[in-house]
């Protein structure tokens, strides 16, 4: 969806909408790499050659990757309910082009 907009200056609401959101991006990349690290603690330390090699053979990559890939959706999802709050409950007080950027923002998160 294409939506131009020029010469948008975000209000107080946006920018405290914008400041959540990038907390959301954030804490969403940290739970990734925490899911990552935590699959290869298990792996290798405390362990010798032995239990490393066992542990690697026995360790479901499979189910790793989706685990991490699982925070996308979550993330999308609520930085979609961020941005439909604001438009449902700030709504007058955003400018016309706030309220065209989030309707846009809205919709491309869907």
């Known amino acids: 969806m294409d939506c131009p907009i020029n010469g948008l200056t975000f209000g ?3 920018q405290k909408s914008l400041d959540e959101i990038r907390r959301l991006t954030k804490t969403a990349n940290w739970l990734s790499i925490a899911l990552a690290g935590s699959v290869l603690n298990n792996i290798f330390f405390r362990n010798g050659p032995v239990a490393v090699s066992y542990n690697i053979k026995t360790t479901d990559f499979k189910l790793m990757a989706n685990s991490m890939s699982s925070t996308n959706p979550i993330l999308k999802r609520k930085v979609n309910e961020e941005a439909s709050k604001i438009m ?8 016309f082009k706030e309220k065209t950027f989030w309707r846009c923002f809205y919709n491309e998160t869907r």
Do not use: G, I
């Open 12 to 14: 107080k609401q946006s």
């Open 88 to 95: 449902l409950f700030n709504s007058s007080s955003l400018s």
